[in-house]
């Protein structure tokens, strides 16, 4: 029942964070306002329920799976890109060669160095 | 027989049996040839799921509607990564300066890199929405590119591409640059790598995994908030 009940705390921060976006017209989507509800929430009460955890974790662990439906969808419009692969391929596979190595090269330089005096 | 499969596809059970079985068989066969870094389950399950699908003559519309029940589970799953991110809250706020500037920094040069390839490439303006929100976790990614007008289907596939090279990647990184520091690979992978990149961290440790949420959902709101804006930049200008 524990999972049950977990579900509907995540379900209940999911709706708020619905209400919250679509009355402010924030450009975020529901489940990450939820999710932030649920992180501010959960330190205002400085602990976290069994209940919470149950249903969490299980989730998490499937995110992967969840976005499945909609990336299988790629392979069934292959045809309607023939000639822009190139500019496809070259943008996602080398985008992401450059934004990791930016990411991981700013970051070191920034945090990196905090480490040793703080921790 | 395919008045069978329409009877079948006629309740979503099918498709999300499917995408499940396709989900652990995936995971099973990625076990079975030795868990390489560079080729994440998910591109075996997604592989064999449209190998499935293409066999038996199922229309993606009509899979995809039914498979939209087990998608209607990230909104609650994108809730639940809340928990890891109070979890880890004084890690975070120990770094929240470092973060401040490299978080919108590197989330926006994951859009701006794939943007300006495509764009020197000559990708078509429908692609070029496509394929900008690439760093985005799903939900959010879905709402920016049809704000752009760009290819959902497309974004999606691009989604997963990202995830996988981003996995890579950062592993490549990594060991080039001699970074084992959990936190950076976490932010590294929930940055560039949305909700993929932060599975792959979540098996790396809980401490790189609250930084890839921390990552995948700073990336997500900065680049809801900015990209539509940037995108207007151009068409000023001309």
Not at chain 2, 205 to 225: E, K, R, Y
Request: charge should be neutral; hydrophobic fraction near 60%; aromatic fraction near 8%.
């Amino acid at each position: 029942m524990a999972v049950m009940r977990g579900f509907l705390w995540l379900l209940g921060f999911l709706l708020l964070g619905d209400v919250l976006v679509t009355l402010t017209g924030l450009p975020v989507s529901a489940g990450v306002a939820g999710m932030l509800l649920l992180t501010f929430w959960l330190m205002l009460r400085g602990t976290v329920s069994r209940d919470i955890t149950a249903a969490a974790q299980p989730l998490i662990n499937v995110l992967a799976m969840l976005i499945m439906p909609g990336v299988v969808g790629v392979f069934f419009i292959l045809d309607t890109l023939s000639g822009q692969w190139a500019a496809i391929l070259g943008a996602l596979v080398g985008g992401t060669l450059l934004s990791v190595f930016t990411t991981l090269w700013l970051m070191r330089r920034l945090i990196g160095r905090e480490e040793p005096g703080r921790e | 027989m395919s008045e069978l499969l329409d009877h079948l596809l006629a309740t979503p059970l099918l498709a999300i049996a499917l995408t499940l079985a396709a989900y652990f068989t995936g995971d099973r066969l990625f076990r079975l040839v030795g868990a390489p870094s560079w080729c994440p389950p998910i591109l075996v399950a997604a592989l064999l799921l449209a190998g499935v699908l293409a066999l038996a003559g199922i229309d993606y519309a009509d899979y995809r509607e039914g498979a939209g029940w087990l998608m209607l589970l990230l909104g609650p799953a994108t809730v639940a990564l809340g928990l890891p991110l109070y979890q880890q809250m004084g890690r975070i706020r120990a770094l929240w300066r470092p973060l401040l500037i490299c978080l919108p920094v590197a989330s926006g040069m994951a859009a701006l890199y794939a943007v300006a390839i495509a764009w020197l490439l000559g990708a078509s303006p429908e692609v070029l929405a496509s394929l900008a929100p690439k760093s985005v976790t799903a939900p959010i990614a879905i709402g920016i590119t049809e704000q752009l007008g760009g290819s959902v289907a497309l974004m999606m596939g691009g989604l997963l591409l990202t995830g996988v090279a981003a996995i890579g990647f950062v592993d490549l990184g990594s060991r080039w640059l001699g970074i084992r520091d959990e936190r950076l690979l976490g932010l590294a992978l929930g940055i560039n790598g949305h909700a993929l990149g932060t599975v792959r961290a979540f098996e790396i440790g809980p401490t790189a995994g609250a930084f890839a949420s921390l990552g995948m959902s700073l990336t997500g709101i900065l680049t809801a908030l900015l990209l539509p804006l940037a995108w207007r930049l151009p068409g000023l200008v001309g």
